[in-house]
């Protein structure tokens, strides 16, 4: 039983190194992408301008999740203001 418990670990460190291989090779590729974006004519300006596009997509998504916050604001808003009206229209029969 130990022996199996000694492999299934080993197996494990093995898949986690594969996985960590992999990560650090595609980061390896990303960078030397990048590198090569820059080198291109145009390959700096490109490149700022998707690190602008970032800024702006981090920003709309800050934005976006505020107006979620309203739109439940509002919601509750409106039902005080029904029930309010409610409470208002049979002092205003009488």
Known sequence: MAGMA???????????AKTEDVITRLAGKGEEAIRRIVDLPGGQRALEAFNDLKLRVDDLSK????????????????????????????????
């Open 6 to 16: 000694a492999t299934k670990n080993d197996t494990e460190k093995t898949d986690a």
């Open 63 to 94: 934005k976006v999740r505020g107006v979620d916050d309203l739109e439940q604001r509002v919601a509750k808003l409106e039902k005080e203001i029904a029930a309010l009206k409610r409470a208002q229209k049979p002092a205003s029969g009488s």
